[in-house]
């Protein structure tokens, strides 16, 4: 882990103490105790040095040259290199109410190598920056306030007149609490842009909310950089010499610039019209100014896209008060799309006032801020400091002497630990070595497969951390690890060895406010376990003989509660150092003090205080090894896993054996991550879909002219829909009154009008039934094909194809909401809930039961066939699978899936329930259909649920059909937004779909490989819940 440095004087006399040194070579102010400087001399010294410069012939420079040299000037070296003479870890500490001064030879040493440049266009107009906007929030300030309270008038008199030298007066927004100030700096500063911020005034706190001043200055602002100062900072000519670099050389306009300011005590106006009076206020802070500390932020050079780019949302800050400015910076520094460059070494900020502040707790509305910091990131805000940059900018831009250099010397396993955290504040950490290589490989598949990304790996070795560094996977590595290390077996000293220091890792991840999860790397992760936390308990894991947790799935939340437990786990585990100690390696002695039993042991004792919260993860969602391979409990009880642990078996070659047999290896033979294969998006245009109608009919006369004439009066506007309908053979045994009912079924389909497109009637002339039908009704050659379909029995609503017309638009056509798992969209109300498990069984809800309000769409793994809208690509997917499961198998295959209740009526009559293959078919490849969740469970169709294939009897209407548009249901929000569901009507909340695809990877094909598992149970493809109901120990463990 990367650690700051602390300096001191060395033997010579150098001024070692009053810098940081860096990896990389440069130096940087270093404050201690949170603020500091490395500027604060002696009056004497002051004069004497002006003497010694007036002397040479020189201009009083600050050693951060203060003006501006559009065409160069003399070079300046940088300053002496500090010795470094120890490694002390730096405190991070956020009180910046102390200051470090510097003594005559440290000054002199700093500041004899400087040169004055020359200065060019000194105040003209060709030395303003026209791309760069300023704005800021100021204080009262009118000529009441210059007699009342003269020093914060000065300065901000002060401050703006230094910003006109830099850019167009109308490139300055100040917004201020009234009209009279307004007024004010409008008169004495002419083109100036002000602003009341009533509405951006938390009346309640009594503050404004600095976060609606910065969206107002995006709206107002014409540029496209703008720069957030605090009005009491003077800025000068290196600061536009900096944002030139900056711009010139991040073209991807992702950067973020801040740096330490120098506080100064300036009381009276400053001259900014000559070329002297700017040398002498240089010339002061060189001598006078002192560093502020490292969390003080004043200014914030930025891209008016960057907060688009890294979707951050600023929360209501109140601003005159501190964290809000920490925590923004943290969140651009976690932002791996944003460069955060400390700009201190180029940029001299001058703060007008060097007294030393404290009581920043004491403000009004530091409570709040405080408290709505943690509440969104914990303690990220640590992180808010200059300390944590990306690169730093070395030397002075304003004599093209600068440049941008990494910063080696941040702690970058911290921040990769809030990079890395979700939203609420978790945190996964699993360790890896090189003799779990090939597991941990196989787990970071799962988890790119389930889209999981909220965790760090922890390296044992340095070998493996480089691996796994190579990959992109987030890791650290251990302090003085070794090369290389193998895997250690369960309760030998290696393995004591590698859980205590996980113990104190874990600790640190608690400390910043981040929930931490532990596992071992010998599992598998179906699902992103954070969605099945419990909120209320601070100490959570995996089930271990009814009421322990087992140490090898743990969650502790960053209570009270749980930093005290984990002190005292680590506490315990101290007691391991003896044992560690006294077995040699290799050794296999169980120790008493594992963690496991710390865990346990101490949570037990807290519990028993009343001064802990715990919740266990039962085995049927969280299945150790004996549960999931040997019992099968996720399986009999119908819910997936969410994390599965390959335990209860010992050696590394026999767990990857294990996986392999039940699909749970997820690596080729080049230890590649295998995931699914997917069609991509097509290129076209809205223009370019061509749309056909499918209706599928037989010998029902009245329901197909209903359908056709609701067909007709629909509205289509300019779009030519072509239109089919096919008719089915009889069979050879059919009765005359079905082939006489069949031939008028022919007669309305050809005297039928059709003036929105082409019109085909397919006559066919052999039997195919209902599945022949449906698997033969289209073959799309191009991509730009829609098939809709409808049967017979369905009747359309006026608004159907306008409706349908604006979803393919939106999830078929562009590219950025297509899901190549989406297999289509369904036009019905869908209430049917098909999944059973222990939890639910088939009957008990209906689909709008448990949608979350206000979601008018959902996606759902049971594919819909009452009005189906069928793409392309995914279609000829399935009618190829189809075909090659009928000539494949060397027996019938069974398209059923276990615990669907369909099952029961396939298995009745398995010739003619087509819709079961397109179940299986979704199944086995992960797919889902978008479906409506109208008001009233309204839809586009009704089915009439009519006497035929599918009803045995008439059963009317299956819902209420809409009778008209409104802008709720033409909304289509993201795909992603929008809430997925499998069979069981589970939601699959994780980012990415495609673990519905490895679900089939819960039931293998049985084999003597499988080891001890119930065969027969997996022999069964068509069970469901209710067949194997569990026993009462399994209800105790689910």
Not at 135 to 162: A, G, P
Not at 727 to 750: G, H, L, M, W, Y
Not at 952 to 972: A, D, R, Y
Request: with cysteine; glycine share 6%; hydrophobic share 40%.
């Amino acid at each position: 882990m990367n650690q700051g440095k602390r300096l001191a004087r060395d033997d010579s006399g150098n001024p070692a103490e009053k810098y940081r040194l860096h990896k990389n070579g440069s130096t940087r102010p270093r404050s201690f105790g949170g603020c500091g400087g490395i500027f604060r001399s002696r009056p004497m010294l002051m004069l004497t040095m002006l003497l010694i410069l007036m002397a040479v012939g020189f201009s009083a420079y600050s050693w951060v040259v203060a003006t501006r040299s559009d065409e160069g000037g003399s070079a300046v070296p940088p300053p002496p290199q500090p010795t470094l003479v120890d490694e002390s870890v730096r405190v991070v500490d956020d009180d910046d109410s102390s200051s470090v001064t510097i003594d005559e030879a440290d000054f002199t040493a700093v500041r004899s190598s400087y040169e004055t440049p020359e200065l060019l266009n000194f105040g003209s107009s060709e030395s303003l920056t026209h791309d760069l906007t300023f704005f800021t929030l100021f204080m009262n300030m009118d000529e009441s306030m210059l007699k009342n309270q003269r020093d914060v008038y000065v300065h901000q008199f002060n401050s703006i007149t230094s910003w006109t030298r830099l850019v167009p007066a109308h490139n300055i927004i100040v917004f201020v609490a009234d009209q009279f100030t307004c007024d004010h700096v409008k008169g004495k500063f002419p083109g100036v842009q002000c602003f009341l911020d009533i509405d951006c005034v938390d009346f309640h706190q009594r503050r404004t909310d600095v976060s609606c001043i910065w969206k107002l200055a995006r709206e107002k602002a014409t540029t496209e950089y703008l720069t957030y100062v605090n009005g009491d900072i003077i800025l000068l000519d290196d600061f536009v010499a900096t944002f030139k670099y900056l711009k010139q050389h991040r073209a991807n306009k992702r950067f973020v610039a801040v740096g330490q300011r120098t506080d100064i005590n300036i009381k009276d106006f400053v001259d900014f019209s000559t070329r002297q009076e700017v040398e002498k206020l240089f010339a002061r802070a060189a001598v006078e100014g002192q560093y502020h500390g490292e969390w003080g932020i004043d200014y914030f050079i930025h891209h008016r896209s960057v907060f688009d780019v890294t979707k951050i949302e600023f929360p209501p800050f109140l601003a005159g008060v501190f964290r809000w400015d920490n925590w923004l910076l943290s969140q651009f520094v976690i932002e791996p799309n944003v460069d955060v460059v400390d700009a201190t070494l180029s940029v001299r900020a001058l703060h007008q006032d060097d007294a030393k502040r404290s009581g920043h707790w004491e403000r009004d509305g530091a409570p709040y801020n405080d408290a709505l910091a943690t509440k969104t990131s914990g303690y990220q805000y640590r992180i808010g400091n200059v300390f944590f940059a990306d690169f730093l900018m070395n030397g002075q831009c304003l004599t093209d002497r600068c440049t941008l250099i990494e910063n080696m010397d941040r702690d970058s396993d911290l921040v990769m630990m809030f990079r890395r955290k979700d939203k609420d504040l978790n945190l996964a950490v699993l360790t890896v070595n090189t003799g779990y290589m090939e597991m941990a490989m196989n787990w970071l598949c799962w988890a790119r497969r389930v889209g999981f990304e909220n965790f760090i790996l922890l390296a044992e070795d340095q070998n493996s951390f480089r691996t796994f560094s190579s990959l992109g996977a987030p890791v650290v590595v251990v302090s003085g690890a070794p090369e290389l290390k193998s895997a250690a077996e369960y309760g030998s000293r290696e393995f004591q060895e590698t859980m205590r220091y996980r113990t104190n890792f874990l600790y640190r991840v608690l400390d910043h406010g981040m929930n931490f999860m532990t596992a071992d790397i010998d599992t598998v992760w179906m699902d992103n376990p954070f969605n099945h936390v419990d909120p209320d308990a601070d100490l959570q894991g995996q089930q271990h003989k009814i009421e322990n947790i087992s140490g090898g799935l743990v969650y502790v939340k960053s209570t009270n509660a749980g930093l005290t437990l984990w002190k005292e786990v680590m506490r315990c585990q101290e007691k391991n150092i003896a044992f560690i100690m006294s077995h040699k390696p290799g050794t296999y002695t169980p120790s008493e003090y594992d963690e496991q039993y710390c865990i346990n042991q101490l949570s037990f004792k807290m519990i028993s205080e009343g001064k802990l919260k715990r919740a266990l993860w039962k085995n049927n969602r969280f299945p150790d090894g004996r549960s999931f391979f040997e019992e099968l409990l996720p399986q009999r009880t119908g819910v997936s896993p969410v994390v599965i642990h390959n335990n209860w078996i010992v050696g590394i070659e026999n767990k990857i054996h294990r996986f392999k047999n039940w699909g749970m290896w997820a690596l080729d033979s080049e230890n590649k991550c295998v995931l699914p294969h997917r069609v991509s998006a097509p290129e076209l245009t809205a223009e370019e879909v061509r749309f056909t109608v499918k209706v599928l009919t037989f010998d029902r006369q009245a329901s197909l002219e209903r359908l056709l004439r609701s067909l007709s009066n629909a509205r289509y506007a300019s779009d030519h829909v072509k239109l089919i309908v096919s008719i089915d053979f009889p069979t050879s045994n059919a009765s005359e009154e079905v082939k006489v009912a069949r031939q008028r079924v022919v007669e309305t389909a050809q005297n039928f009008e059709w003036i929105h497109g082409e019109y085909l009637v397919e006559d066919l002339e052999e039997h195919r039934g209902l599945v022949g039908q449906w698997i033969n009704s289209w073959n799309p050659t191009t991509d730009n094909e829609i098939l809709i379909v409808f049967e017979d029995d369905l009747e359309v609503s006026k608004w159907w194809f306008t409706w349908t017309r604006a979803a393919v638009n939106k999830y078929f056509v562009d590219k950025s909401q297509f899901d190549p798992r989406m297999f289509g969209i369904a036009l019905q109300s869908q209430h049917t809930i098909l999944g059973e498990s222990v939890e639910r069984k088939y009957g008990e809800h209906h689909t709008s039961q448990l949608i979350p309000q206000g979601n008018h769409l959902f996606r759902y793994q049971l594919v819909g066939t009452w009005g189906t809208i069928l793409f392309p690509q995914q279609w000829r997917e399935f009618v190829e699978w189809y075909h090659e499961k009928q000539v494949t198998s060397t027996e019938a295959f069974p398209a059923c899936v276990p615990n669907v209740f369909s099952n029961t009526w396939y298995k009745q009559r398995p010739g003619r329930i087509w819709s079961q293959w397109i179940i299986r078919f979704a199944f086995e490849k992960g797919y889902y259909m978008l479906y409506t969740n109208f008001l009233n469970n309204m839809a586009l169709v009704v089915n009439h649920r009519e006497a035929g294939e599918n009803f045995l009897e008439s059963k009317g209407p299956s819902n209420e059909m809409l009778k008209s548009l409104t802008p709720v249901e033409l909304s289509f929000p993201p795909l992603q937004s929008i809430p997925l569901y499998d069979f069981a009507f589970y939601q699959v909340k994780q980012p990415n779909p495609d673990i519905l695809a490895f679900r089939q990877n819960l039931f293998p094909q049985p084999s003597d490989q499988l080891g001890k598992t119930n065969l027969e149970f997996l022999s069964d493809k068509c069970w469901i819940h209710r067949m194997y109901l569990p026993t009462v120990e399994d209800q105790k463990r689910s």
